[in-house]
T-cell receptor
Framework: DAGITQSPRHKVTETGTPVTLRCHQTENHRYMYWYRQDPGHGLRLIHYSYGVKDTDKGEVSDGYSVSRSKTEDFLLTLESATSSQTSVYFC??????????????FGPGTRLTVL | DQQVKQNSPSLSVQEGRISILNCDYTNSMFDYFLWYKKYPAEGPTFLISISSIKDKNEDGRFTVFLNKSAKHLSLHIVPSQPGDSAVYFCAASANTDKLIFGTGTRLQVFP
C-alpha cells in the first residue's frame, strides 16, 4: 500500500470555525489531491498540487484553500466551515511522470461533520 | 454536467456468476480510464485501467472493455466472490493530471 496518512480521521466541528485537514505521504510523489465524497456525487476534486507551492483548483473549490510547503504534506483548510461541507474527505497521490499517466493512490479518509 | 456516469447505483449477483458494471462518458477527449474499488470506511483502491488505444485489458478475474464509439466502458468480474462486495467507481482522464469520477455502483455478491 502507498504510504498515505490523513489526520484527523474523524472530526466534529461547529459552523463558522476554521478546520485544517492534513495529508502526509512517504512516497515522494509529485502530485497530491483532495477529494470529497458525497452520496449521489461520487468523488469530486477540491484542489490539487503538482509540486511544492504549486496548486490549482478542482471542480468544488469554493470555501476551501490548500497549502503545500513540503513534498510530503498537503493541507486542506475550510476557512469557515458550513454544514454543506459535512463529508468524507480523501487525499490521493500520484507519481505521474511526463508522458505517462499513473493511477492515483488514496488515503483512508477523514470524516468531517459540521454542526 | 456529469461527464462520467454510472447509471446503476446498485447490482446484486450470485457468487460464481459474472458481475458487469457499466460506465458511460461524454467527453471524447478522455484517453485513459480506471476502475476503483471502495470498501466502507476505507479509501478507494485502484483495480484496473485501460488506455484509449486498447479495447480490452485483463487482470485475473477482472476485465475492462472500452467501446470508444459508444463512449462506454464496462468492468467484468468472473467469477464473482463475496469479497468483491464493495462500491466500484469508474474514472477518466483527458491527458491531464486530474481524474473525473462517476457516482459509483454498489455491488453485492451473495452466496
Amino acid at each position: 500500500d502507498a504510504g498515505i496518512t490523513q489526520s484527523p480521521r474523524h472530526k466534529v466541528t461547529e459552523t463558522g470555525t476554521p478546520v485544517t485537514l492534513r495529508c502526509h505521504q512517504t512516497e515522494n510523489h509529485r502530485y497530491m489531491y483532495w477529494y470529497r465524497q458525497d452520496p449521489g456525487h461520487g468523488l469530486r476534486l477540491i484542489h490539487y498540487s503538482y509540486g511544492v507551492k504549486d496548486t490549482d483548483k478542482g471542480e468544488v473549490s469554493d470555501g476551501y484553500s490548500v497549502s503545500r510547503s513540503k513534498t510530503e504534506d498537503f493541507l486542506l483548510t475550510l476557512e469557515s466551515a458550513t454544514s454543506s461541507q459535512t463529508s468524507v474527505y480523501f487525499c490521493a497521490i500520484s507519481g505521474r511522470t511526463s508522458g505517462k499517466y499513473n493511477e492515483q493512490f488514496f488515503g483512508p479518509g477523514t470524516r468531517l461533520t459540521v454542526l | 454536467d456529469q461527464q462520467v456516469k454510472q447509471n446503476s447505483p446498485s447490482l446484486s449477483v450470485q457468487e460464481g456468476r459474472i458481475s458487469i458494471l457499466n460506465c458511460d462518458y461524454t467527453n471524447s477527449m478522455f484517453d485513459y480510464f480506471l476502475w476503483y474499488k471502495k470498501y466502507p470506511a476505507e479509501g478507494p483502491t485502484f483495480l484496473i485501467s485501460i488506455s484509449s488505444i486498447k479495447d480490452k485489458n485483463e487482470d485475473g478475474r477482472f476485465t475492462v472493455f472500452l467501446n470508444k464509439s459508444a463512449k462506454h466502458l464496462s468492468l467484468h468480474i468472473v467469477p464473482s466472490q463475496p469479497g468483491d462486495s464493495a462500491v466500484y467507481f469508474c474514472a477518466a482522464s483527458a491527458n491531464t493530471d486530474k481524474l473525473i469520477f462517476g457516482t459509483g455502483t454498489r455491488l453485492q455478491v451473495f452466496p
